[in-house]
């Protein structure tokens, strides 16, 4: 049976784990995946200081974040009309890179020949293009989108060492982001350590 977009969230809300404030995340002070960027384009001034600052995002409920999730990750950006096999993948995505999870699918769809504008907006175009992908063939839609993620992962890692560490572990291994991207990817598509280590063997 198919998850219910409550489900997806609570997972999303599981991988985003609580307060996070990384000098090296240019998104800044996150709690449950919410960026402080995102809090202060909502207005969400949880304290009632007259500013959205660190404190509110520390303020920040489970719940709320759920609700956010799905009224302004899933529901406004229209992930729920993409077809049903992509619509968990780039509603994760879209937590954690906002439009680029659009842009993504969009570049996809181009190389398996439904061209559409990458502009990070789901309009008809899009809809009827990963829709027309989806009926030639849903699993392999959803298997390289996963990959298409973890590429654009792999990508922001070679161009920005000090994102490397949300893609490659302390111990070596593979990072969050590269587990995060796989948990939408069947198992015989993920990259065993030594195809990883060679991947990121250029990283030093």
Same mark, same amino acid.
């Given at each position: ?6 489900? !997806?969230?609570?997972?999303? /809300?599981? %991988?985003? +784990?609580?307060? *996070? ?5 240019? &998104?800044?002070? $996150? ?72 842009? !993504?699918?969009?570049?996809? /769809?181009? %190389?398996? +020949?439904?061209? *559409? ?5 789901? &309009?008809?175009? $899009? ?78």
């Amino acid at each position: 049976m198919a998850e219910t977009i409550e489900t !997806i969230a609570d997972g999303i /809300l599981r %991988r985003e +784990g609580g307060y *996070v404030n990384d000098p090296d995340d240019p &998104g800044g002070a $996150t709690n449950f995946g919410v960026t402080i960027h995102t809090m202060r384009r909502l207005g969400l001034d949880l304290d009632g200081d007259g500013d959205v600052d660190a404190g509110d995002v520390r303020r920040l409920s489970r719940d709320q974040a759920r609700e956010i999730f799905l009224d302004h990750y899933y529901r406004r950006p229209r992930i729920g009309d993409l077809p049903e096999c992509l619509r968990a993948s780039v509603f994760d995505m879209y937590v954690n890179s906002g439009g680029n999870a659009v842009k !993504i699918l969009q570049r996809l /769809l181009g %190389r398996m +020949g439904w061209p *559409v504008a990458v502009d990070g907006v789901i &309009g008809p175009r $899009t809809l009827a293009a990963a829709a027309a992908a989806a009926g030639a063939a849903p699993e392999h839609l959803a298997d390289a989108y996963g990959i298409a993620r973890r590429n654009y992962y792999f990508t922001l890692a070679d161009n920005r060492p000090a994102s490397r560490k949300y893609a490659r572990t302390l111990a070596g291994g593979k990072g969050g982001w590269i587990r995060r991207a796989e948990e939408f990817i069947s198992p015989r598509f993920h990259l065993t350590d030594e195809a990883f280590q060679e991947r990121v063997a250029a990283w030093g």
